[in-house]
């Protein structure tokens, strides 16, 4: 019992450090991460682009669902305690993030998992395997938009 | 009785009336398939409103009398010498637009016209919803025009709050019922007006087609 107290009490002080040390911080944390998100919207316009085209470029195509794919993973590092609205810097990120952390987790591994077949889709060449896994793979971007992310 | 002596008068035909209501329609649908998320639909409802704004401006330039451009956008002298006479009692019904409300419709139109244009070229925050013609700019500038697109909707929104403002004052204070003539297309005046004309059928279903052509290229992501 008196382990589980002690265990509560050093993970409460070890969030509130890192909230603390985020602190100046957290800017460039946000600031990293939006940079990140926006490379992803700019790769999933590339491929929506090509697509739109009569004869699709799949050597674009290829190359962005590869950035989207490798981003999946990276994404996971993108949210550290502390970077988000209570860091006082502008940021779309919801308080829900933290607060519902498994929730978050899923939503991002949903998000890998399509986002990973998206790659191999590409890989292939294949358009008829491409085209529906780019709608498969926008849905799971918006499965955490809707839930966390503030809509502006 | 002096309401009896009142006649009513033709003076909306019906393209512009249809344009008018569907315009109603299409705004509160585009707005409502935004906030659930079903931007298909409301691609859909944006491709009906550039159809209906073509063909507006098309009815603008070759339509009957009060519906073009020539008979209601007056000079500021025209639109002050308007609004001195706006809070007088007993002045005259003007067939069809007056001097200032002409500016609203030329304001309300324009802001239409951007909304449209800026929705065309915009992207979502994710790079997946867009609208047609995104393909001809980069991430960054559809991400402006998708911002472009929000700010100009408020601006529509102010213009038709201003608009209804001014239905609801004639209905009021000059106890001149204009929806009304908006939906029948008549209206009660004084006397008959001179010079209002109406155009043919036939020229309604040039200006359809040519909004149609334009649709169609547009959806077609701007190629022939």
Known sequence: MKAGWVGAAAALAVTLTAG???????????KARQQGYKAQGAAFKTINDE?????????????SAKAIAETATTQYRWFPRGSGPESGAKTAAKAEIWTDAAGFA?????????????????ASGDLKAIRPQVGATGKTCAGCHNKYRVKT | MKADAKIRVRLWDAPTRLVHWSLVVLVGVSWWTHEIGRMDWHRWSGY????????RLFWGVFGGTTARFSS??????????????????????????NPLGGWAIVAMLAALICQVTFGLFAVDVDG???????????????RSFAEWHE??????LALIALHVLAVVFYLVAKRENLVSAMVTGRRLLDSEPKDIRFAPPGLALLGAALAAAVVWIVMKGGRL
Request: net charge positive; no cysteine; charged share 15%.
């Open chain 1, 20 to 30: 603390v040390a985020l602190g100046q911080g957290a800017a460039d944390v946000i």
């Open chain 1, 51 to 63: 697509l739109k085209k009569k004869d699709p470029n799949i050597g674009a195509i290829r190359s």
């Open chain 1, 106 to 122: 899923a939503a991002q591994k949903a998000f890998q998992a399509e986002a990973q077949k998206l790659g191999q889709a590409a």
């Open chain 2, 48 to 55: 009906a409103v550039l159809g209906l704004l073509v063909f």
């Open chain 2, 72 to 97: 209601f956008v007056k000079g500021p002298r025209a639109v002050a010498a308007y609004v001195r006479t706006l809070f007088a009692p007993g002045q005259a019904a003007l067939p069809g637009h």
């Open chain 2, 128 to 142: 997946i919803e867009s609208g047609p013609l995104s393909q001809y700019v980069s991430f960054d500038l559809g």
């Open chain 2, 151 to 156: 700010l100009s909707f408020n601006v529509l």
